[in-house]
């Protein structure tokens, strides 16, 4: 009983230390923190053997294509039009053996700028979000689905995302992570292969290959929220976030 109430603490803990990061000042509690948290798997309809065949997805990339030739290669591409105004592709940093990857959508003006994932402010605010679960940039490799930024941070298209989907399955089996972060709709429609809603989606894992991924709302639209809704998404966000925490602890 006591090992459970320091475990309670901890976690209360951690979120307010969470919500402090974010800026929020006030809290209120609501039917999601109270409820216990859910902890199943789902199978998704893809596995990645399933995505490499899928016609949808073409172009595959040979097997043997290491790291840094796969680099060479997105730095290069001309595969869909966004290579037209982009200054720099956005290919991903972190380690090459990562237990964690994160995935988002597009890289967005600062990315674009600096050649780096997730650099701008909603990039701090993922920081932010991995910290508060003691999890760190550095332990994880961070990349998105679209390796070059969509002109005004568009959502990408069908197209583009058909075309630039084959380097991160190819990342992500040369990575071979235990566990990946699905940052916002996008990102986890293309990775699951589904069409649901986020909130269909996210606070439980789905099995994708070896990996289990967790879907969250992205960085990038909590900070697009304003009063209560904001809140409730955070809390939401943090939840998942806990989920995560719970898993990964499994593979420190
Ligand atoms: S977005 Fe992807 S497919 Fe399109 S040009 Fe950039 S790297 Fe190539």
């Excluded at 979000?129 to 679209?146: E, H, P, Q, Y």
């Excluded at 649901?196 to 909590?222: C, D, E, W």
Aim: hydrophobic share 35%.
């Amino acid at each position: 009983m006591k090992k459970e109430i320091v475990n309670i603490m901890n976690d209360i803990s951690s979120w307010l230390r969470y919500q402090k990061q974010l800026g929020v000042e006030g809290i209120s509690i609501g039917p999601e923190l109270s409820s216990s948290f859910l902890n199943h798997t789902v199978q998704s309809k893809a596995s990645p053997q399933e995505l490499s065949s899928t016609r949808e997805y073409r172009d595959e990339i040979p097997t043997e294509t290491d790291f840094v030739r796969l680099r060479k290669i997105v730095e290069n591409c001309e595969r869909c039009e966004l290579y037209k105004k982009r200054r720099n592709t956005v290919f991903g940093e972190g380690p090459e053996d990562a237990k964690l990857v994160v995935v988002g959508e597009a890289p967005g003006k600062e990315e674009d700028i600096q050649g780096r994932p997730f650099v701008g402010p909603s990039g701090e605010l993922l920081t932010d979000m991995l910290n508060a679960i003691n999890i760190f940039r550095k332990d994880v490799f961070i990349t998105s689905v679209i390796k070059c930024r969509p002109p005004r941070n568009r959502t990408p298209g069908h197209e583009e995302i058909a075309a630039c989907f084959p380097f991160l399955r190819h990342q992500l089996s040369l990575i071979n992570p235990s566990l990946i972060l699905a940052l916002g709709l996008v990102a986890a429609q293309t990775l699951l292969k589904e069409k649901a809603p986020l909130k269909s989606l996210r606070g439980r894992f789905h099995q994708l290959g070896n990996a289990k991924v967790m879907v969250i709302y992205h960085p990038a639209y909590l900070l697009r929220l304003k009063g209560s809704q904001q809140l409730d998404c955070k809390r939401v966000a943090w939840h998942d976030l806990q989920i995560l925490e719970k898993e990964y602890d499994k593979y420190r």
